[in-house]
């Protein structure tokens, strides 16, 4: 009794009711559960058509290769072969493995050579760069030694920075609008009503006194000027040298940075110090609510800090983009950089240690903070739109169309008015506390560089393409 399938004698034998064939059970089970036929008719055939058959348990014969003692030897030789075989080829295998091994532990080895290579070369640059004497056109630059990047400001002007801290903060919340303030009404009927004809062709920045009557700008030229209001004149003419790219006030002294990668203090202009050593042109300086230091940005991926009490360099950091622009936030404790990139870099002034790294989507041109410690607006290069960023959030809050790509961005002191300028219009835009509601009470088709407000917000002084001012107010 053999199986129809196999041809062998089946361990568990069944018949077909239907073709009487028999199979082995696993076998026919299989061929139905995938053809529901009959492997030997085609018959339609169920599980249910097999009939179980009783047979004596068959013992299968010994290969006739393993009836005698010279055949098990040769099937004993035969399996000590594959095993010798079988273990040679480990071996193999092991081998190129700790070889692969031994290999990848080489190349980590040298690795980590280079990199301590090349981290004593950059400790012994550093250690180089610290010891040079920076000085440049004809007149020493402090004769100071530089400071290494990431160095912490020294104790007193650290105390100095926690001490304004604590003042602005505690009073910020309760600062009232100072009398004689600009109102709604006034800031929205500015228009131009005086004129300042171009003075410093190629110029891109402005900046007005505490007392708002002096405009302070230069152009690429290398000189620079000190303009009255009140006057309509030039009171002063600073000889720069080589093209001024950013300019701020420190009381009553003139501050210019230029293309050379310095930065300038003029008083009664006269030229009283020189500090930096950018190797690049000046972007950007911002000084320090306390008046003791001054922060200048370079497009060597550079910002500095510098003691105004000494005129020295007491920290620079360097950061992985181009700075476009900066600024300390209006506590003082922190310090704000722009990059070409699209991040917004924070560092923490005493340390120089970075806090945070917000992305802007696109080239940053243009940051300013509001005095209610918490906005900062943010301008990026063509762009029409300005984004208003909460510093709790760490993400914009509202976004202000302002119908042209923006160059410049300034708050008022209240915190109500940001002003914009670019190559297509002036805007302000205004923030209603009491509603929580932005409006747009000005937007005049004169183009511009940039903004800075006179004394109260009663003026706007705006930077016109060529070199001159438009001077804005209520008639």
Known sequence: MLCAISGEAPQAPVASRKSGNVFERRLIEAHIAEHHTDPVTGEDLAVEDLIELKSPHIVTPRPPNLTSIPSLLSAFQNEWDSIVLETFTLKQQLAQTRQELSTSLYQVDAAT??????????DEARQALSSVTISGGGAAANGDAMQVDGQGLPEEL??????????LFATRRKRPIPNGWATNDEVTA???KANVPPLYPGSTNVTMDESGDLALFGGTDGVAGIYSLQQARVIHTLKCGTPVTATAWWGSKAIVATAAGTV????NGDEVAQMGSHAGAVTS????????ILASAGADKRFALYDLATYKTVSQVYTEADITCCD????GLLFFTGGL?????????????SMAVLETGGPVRALSFSENGTWFAVAQKGSASVSVWDLRKQAPIKVLDVGSPVDSLHWDYTGQFLATAGSGSVSIQQYTKASKSWSEPVRKAVPARDIAWGANATTLVTLTVDGGLDIMYTA
């Open 341 to 353: 990139d699209g991040n917004i870099r924070i560092f923490d002034v005493k340390t120089g240690a």
């Open 113 to 122: 050579r280079v990199i301590a290579r090349l981290t004593r070369e950059r």
């Open 190 to 192: 500015f228009d131009v």
């Open 285 to 292: 300086i911002s000084l320090h609510p306390s008046g003791a």
């Open 264 to 267: 300038k203090v003029f008083e």
């Open 158 to 167: 650290a105390a100095k920075v926690d001490e304004t801290q604590q003042q």
């Open 328 to 331: 300390f936030h209006v506590d």
